[in-house]
């Protein structure tokens, strides 16, 4: 702090500019990240539970009618999302009937949530869906995505934007800051040079020349030419 007060006055309302600008900067950007995320949260939750319904609803024939081969087939179409990691229909007495990449064995279907509902468990959303069809319910789909990956890639992407929008913003600062100081830094930099040549010179003729007479640095330039007059008197 004692070093900022030896700064020259032009550094000192850089320094404080960028340092306002800054942390304004920093409440907008973690708002905005913060809505972002729960926004993402949904619509990730909302998607795969939607897919889910969709592969439930296609496989409840091949259920219905034991056609675990239609049912493999509905399945592979899973390879087109990434973020799919698993899935199982399992019918009513518990058994495997079809599945997409790993098995899930019984200790990991228990950590899915009950039949219609989804569940974030860190790194992956489970989602359990009914398979129903006109005769009943034919058994239960088991969807496991992955959360952390998708989550991961949305902080890569903004951690760019926010980095570009920064630097951006840093540097607009200290530019505007630079253009517009001037304009209260000139009179006070003139002001401290007359009087440093009043003192080193003695010589009370010079004068501060007066950019404004309506503000405070204006009407100080003017009391100071008037105390330079009198002593010259």
Do not use: W
């Not at 309302?13 to 900067?25: D, E, F």
């Not at 969807?143 to 990956?149: G, S």
Request: charged share 20%; net charge positive.
């Amino acid at each position: 702090m004692k070093r900022f007060r030896n700064f020259p006055i032009q550094q000192k309302m850089l320094v404080m500019t960028l340092l306002i600008c800054g942390a304004v900067l920093l409440v907008a950007v973690a708002a905005l990240f913060t809505f972002q995320v729960l926004d993402f949260r949904s619509n990730f939750q909302r998607d795969n539970t939607t897919l889910a319904a969709i592969i439930a609803n296609n496989s409840s024939a091949a259920m219905a009618f034991k056609y675990d081969q239609d049912a493999k087939e509905v399945l592979a179409s899973l390879q087109a999302k990434p973020t799919v990691l698993t899935a199982s229909l399992v019918l009513p007495d518990g058994s495997l009937f079809a599945h997409f990449g790993t098995v899930e064995n019984a200790r990991t279907l228990s950590q899915f949530p009950p039949s219609g509902e989804s569940r974030f468990t860190g790194e992956h959303l489970l989602l359990t869906q009914p398979v129903m069809s006109k005769g009943g319910r034919e058994g239960t789909l088991f969807l496991r995505t992955d959360y952390r990956r998708t989550f991961l890639e949305l902080l890569r992407f903004y951690g760019k934007v926010i980095l570009g929008i920064v630097a951006v913003s840093i540097g607009l600062a200290a530019f505007l800051s630079s253009r517009l100081g001037r304009t209260i830094t000139h009179p006070v930099l003139q002001l401290a040079q007359t009087a440093k040549v009043v003192g080193e010179k003695k010589d009370y003729s010079v004068r501060v020349v007066v950019s404004s007479q309506g503000d405070e640095l204006g009407r100080l330039a003017e009391s100071f030419n008037e105390m330079l007059s009198r002593i010259e008197s």
